[in-house]
């Protein structure tokens, strides 16, 4: 199907543990974006990436690691999660100047 | 400061009066604004995006732009019970940068 895919849609993890967070593009979009969602502070920008193998901080990288391998995948990973990271995370696409399609987001319980 | 700041809400109003909601920026050098909608527990979906100076229409939608005053806003016309929802300002970071950041959203409330 065409779009962008995120998964898993829910995960539940432990402090300390590594978490990857997968997003999947269909269009070829040259730019891709992860988001967190918390309460009062809107869409909140973790990491961006303009192609394959480059990729910039965002507002609140720390804690977070991504790769861009192939322009269809953004993998976002948590290296050791902690409860702060507990959130609603999106993942995003466009080309340039243009709309920004969003997957559905994942919602991320860290006990 | 934020780069790109919102009044939080709500913001009530009856059904069919105008909604005004506005957005003001930081980076001089930003290029593209856009107004996502967002009704809870789903993602954002585009309404409306704007380049240049001036107002740009789309139905019941207005989008308003003033780059000497970083300034951009969005006029809801009629509106509808169904409006009810968080808007979400963006920013294109400008030529040195392609990052895209939103503000943290105005809820919108529409009294029928």
């Known amino acids: 199907d065409a779009g962008i895919t995120q998964s898993p849609r829910y995960k539940i993890t432990e402090t300390g543990r590594q978490v990857t967070l997968m997003c999947h593009q269909t269009?070829?979009?040259?730019?891709m974006f992860w988001y967190r969602q918390d309460l009062g502070h809107g869409l909140r920008l973790i990491y961006y990436?303009?192609?394959?193998?480059?990729?910039d901080k965002g507002e609140v990288p720390d804690g977070y690691v991504v790769s861009r391998s192939k322009t269809e995948n953004f993998p976002l990973t948590l290296e050791s999660a902690t409860r702060s990271q507990t959130s609603v995370y999106f993942c995003?696409?466009?080309?340039?100047?243009?709309?920004?399609?969003f997957g559905q987001g994942t919602r991320l319980t860290v006990v | 400061q934020k780069e790109v700041e919102q009044n939080s809400g709500p913001l009530s109003v009856p059904e069919g009066a105008i909604a005004s909601l506005n957005c003001t920026y930081s980076?001089?050098?930003?290029?593209?604004f856009f107004w996502y909608r967002q009704y809870s527990g789903k993602s954002p979906e585009l309404i409306m995006f704007i380049y240049s100076n001036g107002d740009k229409e789309d139905g019941r939608f207005t989008a308003q732009l003033n780059k000497a005053s970083q300034y951009v806003s969005l006029l809801i016309r009629d509106s509808q019970p169904s409006d009810s929802a968080t808007y979400l300002c963006?920013?294109?970071?400008?030529?040195?940068?392609?990052?895209?950041?939103f503000g943290s959203g105005t809820r919108l409330l529409v009294r029928p």
């Open positions: 995003a696409s466009s080309e340039r100047n243009t709309e920004a399609f």
């Open positions: 963006a920013v294109n970071g400008g030529d040195s940068s392609y990052k895209l950041i």
């Open positions: 990436s303009a192609a394959a193998d480059i990729t």
């Open positions: 269009w070829s979009h040259s730019y």
């Open positions: 980076d001089r050098g930003s290029q593209s």
